[in-house]
């Protein structure tokens, strides 16, 4: 096999990617032109899947059948030719031996990176591996830039992040993830519809957003000549449903926040909101733990996993931990006895940290994840939050200063908030105010006034708990990643050239 012509270099930074189109590559496809060959057919008929031949090889010995996919590497030895076809299920080895010269010559036309559909008889080499013996052969896509080698340090993992398609074509670990990723939704799919619940879409372009302590993202429809924001949370038009008689109702969906940009925070991610009238909080901590132990088990096998080279054990019942308490016993504060800004942000000058904005619930978000939350590992409950941060939730039965909501930390990490839900509408009304007055006092994370809500409210609004949970972190846990970013896609990165993607 002939040798490539030297790549072109394409510059971002400091770094090259030496992927630019590559004038050996052209010349070979202007070649199979000019011998009237497309290059870029409009189908192949593919009999079998690598894995199913290997499989199936005692069944399948000496039948002619087809494959397809993508070289990675060419090795010639003479008359004989062995190429490495990557396709979704791994790789299987075409070999090609004996055939005459005419047609050995075809061969100088294939790089590594092509796509090819190969028919031949299957076979097994010498060694016991199992080959399709090459009778005819395609092109399906000639590549025109070298393929990925393979990516190591900190700039190629960017690179990764700006060309997913290119890690997935080298990186066997990546198409993993994500395949788990998928098999994560939906089997959370699956089990929410075995629990009776319906799943539903509600508007991404909302006039009033809600649901959340975030900052959104605004757009503008010119047909309405509105303004309009992207959800920040599927909420609001979710309990809606459950006024209208949808009783169990989810649904697993984009949100996005204009918010920074880390490892464990990207501005569009993917939650899964869900709601279920005449049950509480305690009920919904039954079914996350139901739900995700039973996630844990469909990916691993086991309700016990590694991650970070520490066991981590999904099996029930998961621990409870009360948020004030917690914060009490590990800080020595007790939160619940600041009655203004200035009270906590003297506690948290004396403690040495630092807060994002001056007020009582960022101070107390910021003990938590100072002396709490690194203590947490297997699946904890922490319960029970100051009612005053949760202005969508009932206050808690016996003391109205707390609020009857959870949150969900695995590894560290919050992956699931969850209330016995607000449900008369002139608490509902007067805890919007609340908010409404923080975001004149400059909370830009505060949430607006939705008369609209409150109306659907009115009309009477069943008791329910309701429960989210970020996919993306889920994810991240049980695919033993660090990183979202390593679960999402696509992620939001700012390429060297200074513009996001």
Same mark, same amino acid.
């Given at each position: 096999?002939?040798?490539?012509?030297?790549?072109?270099?394409?510059?971002?930074?400091?770094?090259?990617?030496? &992927?630019?189109?590559?004038?050996?590559?052209?010349?070979?496809?202007?070649?199979?032109? !000019?011998?009237?060959?497309?290059?870029?057919?409009?189908?192949?008929?593919? *009999?079998?899947?690598?894995?199913?031949?290997?499989?199936?090889?005692?069944?399948?010995?000496?039948?002619?059948?087809?494959?397809?996919?993508?070289?990675?590497?060419?090795?010639?030895?003479?008359?004989?030719?062995?190429?490495?076809?990557?396709?979704?299920?791994?790789?299987?080895?075409?070999?090609?031996?004996?055939?005459?010269?005419?047609?050995?010559?075809?061969?100088?036309?294939?790089?590594?990176?092509?796509?090819?559909?190969?028919?031949? !008889?299957? *076979?097994?080499?010498?060694?016991?591996?199992?080959? &399709?013996?090459?009778?005819?052969?395609?092109?399906?896509?000639?590549?025109?830039?070298?393929?990925?080698?393979?990516?190591?340090?900190?700039?190629?993992?960017?690179?990764?992040?700006?060309?997913?398609?290119?890690?997935?074509?080298?990186?066997?670990?990546?198409?993993?993830?994500?395949?788990?990723?998928?098999?994560?939704?939906?089997?959370?799919?699956?089990?929410?519809?075995?629990?009776?619940?319906?799943?539903?879409?509600?508007?991404?372009?909302?006039?009033?957003?809600?649901?959340?302590?975030?900052?959104?993202?605004?757009?503008?429809?010119?047909?309405?000549?509105?303004?309009?924001?992207?959800?920040?949370?599927?909420?609001?038009?979710?309990?809606?449903?459950?006024?209208?008689?949808?009783? !169990?109702?989810?649904?697993?969906?984009?949100?996005?926040?204009?918010?920074?940009?880390? #490892?464990?925070?990207?501005?569009?991610?993917?939650?899964?909101?869900?709601?279920?009238?005449?049950?509480?909080?305690?009920?919904?901590?039954?079914?996350?733990?139901?739900?995700?132990?039973?996630?844990?088990?469909?990916?691993?096998?086991?309700?016990?996993?590694?991650?970070?080279?520490?066991?981590?054990?999904?099996?029930?019942?998961?621990?409870?931990?009360?948020?004030?308490?917690?914060?009490?016993?590990?800080?020595?504060?007790?939160?619940?006895?600041?009655? *203004?800004?200035?009270?906590?942000?003297?506690?948290?000058?004396?403690?040495?940290?630092?807060?994002?904005?001056?007020?009582?619930?960022?101070?107390?978000?910021?003990?938590?994840?100072?002396?709490?939350?690194?203590?947490?590992?297997?699946?904890?409950?922490?319960?029970?939050?100051?009612?005053?941060?949760?202005?969508?939730?009932?206050?808690?039965?016996?003391?109205?200063?707390?609020?009857?909501?959870?949150?969900?930390?695995?590894?560290?990490?919050?992956?699931?908030?969850?209330? #016995?839900?607000? *449900?008369?509408?002139?608490?509902?009304?007067?805890?919007?105010?609340?908010?409404?007055?923080?975001?004149?006092?400059?909370?830009?994370?505060?949430?607006?006034?939705?008369?609209?809500?409150?109306?659907?409210?009115?009309?009477?609004?069943?008791?329910?708990?309701?429960?989210?949970?970020?996919?993306?972190?889920?994810?991240?846990?049980?695919?033993?990643?660090?990183?979202?970013?390593?679960?999402?896609?696509?992620?939001?990165?700012?390429?060297?050239?200074?513009?996001?993607?």
């Amino acid at each position: 096999m002939p040798g490539n012509a030297p790549c072109e270099e394409l510059k971002i930074g400091s770094d090259k990617l030496l &992927v630019f189109m590559d004038s050996e590559r052209l010349r070979k496809l202007e070649e199979l032109e !000019k011998q009237g060959v497309n290059a870029y057919p409009y189908r192949y008929e593919r *009999t079998h899947y690598s894995q199913e031949l290997k499989d199936a090889y005692d069944e399948l010995e000496g039948k002619i059948v087809s494959v397809a996919g993508r070289v990675m590497s060419i090795r010639s030895f003479g008359k004989l030719v062995f190429i490495s076809l990557q396709d979704p299920q791994g790789g299987i080895q075409v070999m090609a031996h004996d055939l005459p010269e005419a047609e050995l010559k075809k061969f100088e036309a294939l790089d590594a990176g092509d796509v090819i559909g190969a028919k031949g !008889k299957l *076979t097994k080499t010498k060694k016991g591996e199992v080959s &399709v013996a090459v009778t005819e052969w395609v092109m399906l896509a000639k590549a025109l830039r070298e393929p990925p080698e393979k990516f190591h340090g900190l700039a190629d993992t960017e690179a990764r992040y700006r060309k997913r398609y290119l890690d997935l074509i080298a990186n066997e670990d990546s198409r993993r993830v994500f395949a788990a990723r998928s098999r994560i939704i939906a089997f959370i799919r699956s089990f929410l519809d075995g629990c009776g619940y319906l799943e539903v879409e509600t508007p991404v372009l909302q006039p009033v957003y809600g649901g959340a302590a975030a900052k959104p993202f605004k757009t503008r429809h010119n047909a309405l000549d509105a303004e309009l924001f992207l959800r920040i949370a599927d909420e609001l038009y979710l309990k809606r449903l459950v006024v209208g008689g949808f009783e !169990k109702v989810y649904e697993i969906g984009k949100d996005f926040r204009n918010e920074d940009i880390d #490892s464990r925070h990207n501005p569009e991610f993917t939650m899964l909101e869900m709601y279920s009238a005449f049950e509480d909080y305690g009920d919904y901590m039954k079914l996350t733990e139901e739900m995700l132990s039973a996630v844990a088990k469909e990916l691993h096998g086991s309700a016990e996993l590694e991650y970070k080279g520490k066991k981590l054990s999904f099996k029930k019942p998961f621990k409870r931990l009360s948020f004030v308490d917690a914060i009490k016993k590990e800080s020595g504060v007790d939160v619940l006895s600041w009655k *203004t800004d200035a009270d906590a942000l003297k506690v948290i000058k004396a403690k040495g940290l630092e807060v994002s904005k001056p007020t009582r619930a960022h101070a107390i978000d910021a003990l938590f994840d100072e002396f709490v939350k690194p203590k947490l590992w297997d699946p904890c409950f922490v319960m029970d939050y100051p009612a005053f941060m949760c202005p969508l939730t009932k206050a808690k039965r016996g003391d109205p200063l707390l609020a009857e909501r959870f949150e969900l930390f695995i590894a560290g990490e919050e992956c699931a908030n969850a209330y #016995s839900e607000l *449900t008369d509408p002139r608490a509902q009304r007067r805890k919007f105010e609340e908010q409404a007055e923080a975001k004149r006092k400059g909370d830009d994370e505060a949430q607006p006034m939705d008369e609209d809500f409150l109306e659907a409210m009115e009309h009477g609004m069943p008791p329910m708990a309701g429960l989210g949970v970020g996919i993306d972190r889920l994810a991240m846990i049980l695919t033993g990643k660090e990183s979202i970013k390593e679960v999402i896609l696509f992620p939001s990165v700012k390429p060297k050239g200074g513009n996001v993607s």
